[in-house]
């Protein structure tokens, strides 16, 4: 059965057994009314007795309710003359409308993405049940800043055999992905008096934007096709570096062993920081990967990693080995910021990891990139025979040199167009303009199959651009 | 079978069908031999030849792991002069052992924690399968910064019913816990003019550190039983201010009806912003929860919850619900903290809300926090009748007036000497001598069997202060 008033200013409609008893229900519709404006400022509003029989309710259940929204402060009761709309409502626009998705492109070159549909679903559900069957009561009390302690040990365990890491659980500590990490450690650093953190040209440009919140200068040091330019980085007189020693970002190179020697060389000289961003390490195809900075000269760098491009970045799961100097003010900085990240899944990628999932999730993962890697490459040779190629070796993307005097810019432009999203070397160099034309080239989230049709078509768009192959 | 080796410096330990390939064992071996000193900075190691008699190995396999080691930095090519260890060892002293753990106390009064047992982990991991299962891939790639839309949505509309704020998907953005959300709000505003913001006095001191870390003034302003004296925030010339309207945390006041029409009149005047923490909202238990400020002036109202007292604090799983001039700003600001909080428990959330678990679970959990309310107001009029006690109505703790003159903290040590650990109103004050003595009470972590009992000792602990009643 259901009521309706239209007595004085009111339009409430209450209906029985609708789920909420009727008290609640008559609130609710005050105040919708009274939000919506249906109810002004100051009007008054009916009498409990006038309501009451108007509805059909008892007169009780419309005193309770007057009572609620004179507590909340829809309704306030003037004196003598009865109970009044009290609320001012301000203006309300329309909230903002949602972005309306773009469609998305025939091909996707996007870097830094690993394939959404080779996320492990089923082995880290079960992962997930174990570690909220297993777990004791204290593990949902407010964590350690740090993480989970078993999960920090797994982890440690993990990165000590798989990237020949030196850390201990107790110097691990968990964020919500790598950038989170980069930007906390940094600002440790300019609170012990840091000034400057040099960074690779070209490099992650999203990350020179989070260090220089930090309050860090950050200048550039070049990078060729042995990594990181360690001379040039000795006439920048900075107090931390941050590198990506293993694959670099998005040259693909790695960091030469001379190279390797001299950075620990200088960090050791100047007592600076390394911070090692190892973001796509597990994905190395033709020989073991590189070991991590870390294992080396573990009170000198800052090995930093995540679990976005092996598992999902939705995960937003990083991670920090930290020296043992920095390691007690970035579980405080963690603390400050957050309180700490969500216990539970790192209780779960514990699990993933002592099972045995993760490894097999990584090598069955890293056939299928390797595949891709090696269609990627036959597809180049076949459509794009001239172009230098690099980092090829690991990760999910390579670099691939434009003929000098060609158009990135125009290129990225024209392969859009034809709905082929490239991307430019440009966005990632701290001058656009300073760097020869190249392009960043993922092929983590397309298929084997469609990859030759893909450098096809992008083949064309340079021809087309007369840049040639 | 194990080959051993302690021809020249080396003591290599490398098993047949151990796992992992003779290479990468013989790899990991001479890391560890390097990194633990055995093989020390400049040492000549064997030839290839040698070595790889001495431990019965192919040759090729000594060559590779050597050809890692020297890319790693681990070693290094002397010219003329075979191969030598790179690596200078940095001198590494034990880790920092981890904190032992602390007994926990027969009786802990601790407030704002409710009862870890309680955490609904069959009906979550039901939740989470769901939310895994029935994700479309593309929910595995960076999130939203404000976190996965269908979420969002159910939050919203669960707030809306039960909170009768008015929110909308759009303008919610979740955090980690309610802190990071109060503090991003808190630098946003900073950077968009604002100097001072006040905040309730006693009040939430954690949050008064992060307030100031954002580079605000934080004014105190005194609150009474009907909460924060709006008469003083007019004279405190501040751009915003944080308030906990439903259950004041701790003094358990809810904001008289006159004190949020003020407030809500002040914001309109100065233009001001009122961050709105709901705590504990949910539970309350003579009637229903008063609807909160949000609903009334969604322009002027930055709402924060989280599910750390429904729920658990490990999920770290916070809301804001942002005015339109401010949702863009603190999405931004969450993209740079750290590129939003993880998508897959958000979504279990949703599904968790949308199932109708959450408001069993609440409905569930309310019945037995009510209990443990009743049972400590019972204990405490008969243990201790002549104190006053606030709060009863709402939330997890009670606020309980110590007699004049009595020793706060005097108290607070003589109950810790009893393994019963209660927490003194000193630690919530600007000044910490400035209040009337007072306890802070939570029970939500206390079985309703042990109240009466813990009640009991405490009135002890008071009588022996000479504070009893």
Redesign the interface.
Known sequence: MNRTTSGGELLLSIARRRGGSL??QL??EL?LAI?QGRLKANALVPSTRALASDLGLSRGVVVEAYE?L?????L?AARGSGTRV?????D??P????KSAETPPKYDFRPG?PD??L?P?RT??MA??RA??GAP???????DPRGA?PAREALAAYLNRVR?T?A????VVF???S??GI?LVCRLLRERGARKLAVEDPGHADQC??IQ?AGLATPRIPVDERGLTVDRLERADADAVLVTPAHQFPTGA?LA??R??AL?EWA?RRRAIIIEDDYDAEYRYD??P??A?Q??????VVYVGSASKTL??????GWVVAP?AL??GLADAKL??????????QVALGEFIESGEFDRHIRRTRSIYRKRRDALSAALKKHLPRLRVHGVAAGLHVYIELPAGANERAIVDAAQQRSIRVYGAASYRARPSAGPPALVVGYGALREERIDEAVRQLARVLRGNRSGD
Chains 1, 2 share one sequence.
């Not at 999902?312 to 799961?317: F, G, H, I, Q």
């Open positions: 008290r609640v609130e609710r105040r939000q609620q004179l507590a909340e402060g829809y306030r009290a609320f001012r409502r301000a309300v626009e909230l903002e409308a949602s993405l959404l549909e996320f679903r880290w559900l997930m049940r909220l069957a009561d204290s593990a949902f009390d407010y964590p302690p020949a030196r201990h659980a107790d110097n964020f919500n992905g950038a989170q930007g934007t989070d919140a790695a062993p001379e390797r020697a620990l050791e020989r073991e590189v070991g900075l294992g080396l000269t573990p009170e000198r999902s970045p939705a995960l937003r799961m043992r390691v007690s400050h910021a957050d309180r700490g990240s969500p216990a539970p899944e």
